[in-house]
C-alpha cells in the first residue's frame, strides 16, 4: 500500500476535483464533505455542495404556489406562502398554525420542511435536485420514492426547477 502521505496527497487531489465541478462531480451528489480515514489531516478542507440551495428553493415554491402575501388557505387547509398542511407545520414547529399565513413564521418551517425532503430523499437513494425536492413538496415524499407522482405534480415541479435554473444563472 502506499504510504499516507501518498494516500493523502491522492485524497486531497480527489477532492479538488471534486469540488472544481469535475465529471467525477456526479458520484458524491449526495454529500456535502467527503469523509475518508485520515480526513482531519487534510488542510484545507475542501467543502463540495451541489445541493441546490434551499433558500432559492423555498423562494420559487412560494412563487408557483401562491403570492407571499396571500392568506387564502388551500383545498386542504393548507395556508400562507408556502401552502403548508398542517401535519408539516406540526411536524416542524410548536406554533399555532394560524402563523402559517405569515412568511416570518412559514419561511422558517418551510426550510426545515424542504432540508427534511432532501435527507430523506437521499436516505431513499434519490438526488436532492430542485425537481425532486419540488416535486415531493407537492406530491409528498412517499409519492416520489415509489414514483407514483401525478401530472399536476410534475409540472408543479418543473415550474419550480425552471424559476431556480432562471433565478441562479
Known amino acids: 500500500t502506499q504510504p499516507f502521505a501518498y494516500q493523502s496527497a491522492a485524497l486531497f487531489a480527489l477532492r479538488a476535483l471534486l469540488a472544481a465541478g469535475s465529471l467525477l462531480s456526479g458520484l458524491a451528489w449526495h454529500r456535502t464533505r467527503l469523509s475518508v480515514p485520515g480526513d482531519h489531516l487534510l488542510r484545507p478542507k475542501i467543502r463540495v455542495n451541489m445541493h441546490p440551495p434551499i433558500d432559492l428553493i423555498a423562494d420559487q415554491i412560494a412563487v408557483v404556489e401562491r403570492a407571499p402575501t ?100
Not at 99 to 122: D, F, G, M
Not at 148 to 167: G, H, M, T
Request: charge should be positive; proline fraction near 5%; avoid cysteine.
Open 70 to 169: 396571500s392568506v387564502k388557505r388551500g383545498v386542504a387547509g393548507e395556508r400562507g406562502p408556502y401552502q403548508l398542511t398542517q401535519a408539516v407545520w406540526s411536524q416542524h414547529s410548536a406554533l399555532p398554525f394560524e402563523l402559517a399565513n405569515y412568511e416570518a413564521y412559514a419561511r422558517p418551517v418551510a426550510k426545515l420542511h424542504l432540508e427534511w425532503l432532501r435527507s430523506n430523499l437521499i436516505k431513499a437513494g434519490f438526488e436532492p435536485s430542485a425537481y425532486r425536492l419540488a416535486l415531493a413538496w407537492n406530491a409528498g415524499l412517499t409519492a416520489v420514492v415509489k414514483r407514483r407522482e401525478k401530472p399536476r405534480s410534475v409540472d408543479f415541479a418543473n415550474r419550480v426547477r425552471n424559476l431556480v435554473e432562471a433565478s441562479s444563472n
